[in-house]
């Protein structure tokens, strides 16, 4: 009997946010759609990290010594208020609001469900003012140029872990000025010339379309958005497993 260790960094969608079975997240239908009965998984999820604290992570990596990698990091650094750069670039003070604590563990109202036509509609014509604002100021663009650093530095610290890694880019959103932040991180990694052979990036805005029908709210994917990403990563999830079969996610 094969045993694999599993070991899957990242936020709120390895964990399953929202969803009304955090067993829907995608790394556990990954595991549990392997039809091999040789094969048995140990599991280990890390809490959120902040690109530029993996190196401090890399410890606990090597202590748990993990056959398969996963990363989804990059979504916090690439995620921008616009507000908030603004009254930071005039160097304004906001007014601090009162915020109740709230578990992190709390589903949002919409219970894994789908974001609602007119939820929709108002997050794509907000992101369009956006886009519109920050073309013509360029309230991001420094800090983009910083977030973009510590992406660098953090794939180059990949470059010297002798694991196999899956790599994900931050995931798709339905705000388009926060998905064109993040795609621009995509573009990052893409250009790397990774040296470790055993890194397998995959860009998760080629999984999952920019569709209400796949988000719960508008930054967290709901069951049908898990769904596609772990059918789509099955076959490379099967080739690090040892399996060459595609065996495909039941929906």
Known sequence: MKNIKVLAIGGCH???????????????????????????????????????????????????????????????????????????????????????ETSADTPPAAKAGMVSRPQYLKVVVKSWFKLAFDTLVSVTEKKLQVRKA???????????????IILLSPFPVLDKFDQKTRRSASKVIEHHEFRNKKIRYINTHALVPQKRTYFQDPIHLNKEGHLRIANKLQSVFNELCGL????????
């Open 244 to 251: 060459h079969q595609s065996n495909t996610v039941i929906m």
């Open 150 to 164: 510590e992406l660098r530095q953090f794939i180059e610290l990949l470059d010297q872990l002798n694991y196999d």
């Open 14 to 100: 390895i964990a399953g946010y929202g969803l009304p079975n955090q067993k829907d997240n995608f790394v556990d239908v990954l595991i549990s759609a392997v039809n091999s009965e040789e094969i048995t998984f140990e599991k280990k999820t890390q809490e959120y990290v902040a690109l530029k604290n993996f190196r401090q992570k890399t410890d606990n990596i090597h202590e748990f010594a993990p056959h398969i990698l996963l990363i989804q990091l990059g979504n916090h650094e690439f995620t921008f208020s616009l507000k908030k750069e603004l009254f930071s670039s005039l160097k304004l003070k906001k007014k601090k609001k009162v915020v109740r």
